[in-house]
């Protein structure tokens, strides 16, 4: 059976070479997929063969040490390489049953040969991971969107960890799925996944962007592709009645951040006067100022992304927003030093520290940036600022734009601390799940 899968999957996967198939082979063939790993989730000692023949098969066992076991009693979903004890004779990619040292039961998981994530909790309880269990938490995720789809076409579906379906990531922008495969698990479970999102979603298309470099981590090929149905090289979406054009295979991420959806609105409540959108990327924040404020001004590094953002501007008939190409840093210094003066700021930069031992430099990186941006902002101002990189904690954030201030000799006043939207949801226990930090502040002094 494990080279029938192999075989399914290469039809999903790879470059255009690859046929296309028709939506009830996939059907057929997801089913298929499903018998192996519905018989060992019932730890039962029989399974269907290729031919049709009865061998033995067994769920394998993961022992783990008290520590690790600990971890995950407390809310946590991963067990690192170090807390595993004993994992003989178990595949790349299986689901496990998870028991402490003692033999205790702990969960069931996705087991990695290769990441230092070793597992990836899927359940602490006995259910049974077949079809069904897959198709509950599916219909579920898309039940706790159910508000975001009166509101925007475009919405994350499936949020990893915050949905307790690890390393799984499904976006939507108008009916077009596009999905990512992070790890080991969800790489070898792929072909099935798509088949339950064609059975419940009925897409218009489905995409891979398994290019991510957290799959180098897992041993896994970086790869885009388009696994089912005609996927346009650009989308429309929109939020909140704003137009973007998004380009799935070709975009950052899945083809746009989703994250920021609601801190946008956030901050067009906010706005007003003469407005600056640092790191503007494809124009997201400054085309929700842009009815807010007498102008906007939206600055980033890439050709690209500013061709993107005037194309979009176009596409609203934003006139009142401008797109500049400029390194943010030096622009920011460069205004400061012409005594330039805004009564609004964004700054929504990449992630400066991606790791806690780059924590310091980022931080210096946070500190510049904000430092510079209130200098240039009028009495009354407005500051949206956001990091997210999920080293850096909400704690330390609020210091460093403190210091700002000081710095600035600035008296800040804030007005609302926020996250990520509601289709990212935060899961307690897993603070990994809680990366993006956005605060918005008013200068009174």
Known sequence: ???????????????????????????????????????????????????????????????????????????????????????????????????????????????????????????????????????????????????????????????????????????????????????????????????????????????????????????????????YGDAPDEIEIQQHGVRFIVRPLSGQKTGAFLDQRQNCLAAARVAHGRALDCFTFNGGFALHLHQSCESVLGLDISEEAVAAAQHNARLNNATKVEFKVANVFDALRQMEAAGERFDTIVLDPPAFTKSRATVKSGARGYKEINLRALKLLNPGGVLITCTCSYHLSEEMFLDIIAEAALDARRRLQIIEKRGQSSDHPVLLGVPETHYLKCVIARVIA
């Open 1 to 227: 059976m494990g080279s029938a899968i192999a075989a399914i999957g290469s039809e999903f996967t790879g470059g255009s070479k690859h046929p296309k198939v028709s939506k009830q082979t996939i059907l057929l063939r997801g089913k298929c997929c499903w018998v192996k790993h519905e018989i060992a989730a019932r730890n039962t000692h029989s399974a269907v063969t290729r031919s049709g023949v009865v061998t033995s098969i067994a769920m394998a066992e993961v022992t783990i040490t008290t520590r690790g076991a600990k971890r995950i009693r407390k809310g946590h979903l991963w067990v690192y390489r170090s807390d595993v004890r004993d994992a003989q004779h178990v595949e790349a990619g299986a689901i496990v049953l998870v028991v402490d040292e003692a033999k205790n039961f702990v969960g069931q998981a996705f087991y990695s040969d290769a990441s230092e994530i070793a597992l990836r909790i899927l359940t602490t309880s006995r259910d049974q991971i077949d079809r069904a269990w897959w198709r509950e938490r599916l219909r579920r995720c898309a039940k706790a969107r159910a508000s975001i789809m009166n509101e925007s076409n475009t919405y994350r579906l499936v949020y990893s960890e915050g949905d307790l379906l690890p390393s799984l990531i499904v976006d939507v922008y108008d009916g077009h799925y596009v999905l990512q495969a992070l790890s080991q698990g969800t790489h070898r479970l792929q072909s099935e996944i798509v088949a339950l999102l064609i059975e419940e979603f009925q897409p218009r298309s489905i995409s891979e962007r398994n290019d991510a470099r957290v799959r180098q981590f897992e041993n896994l090929e970086l790869r885009k592709s388009v696994l």
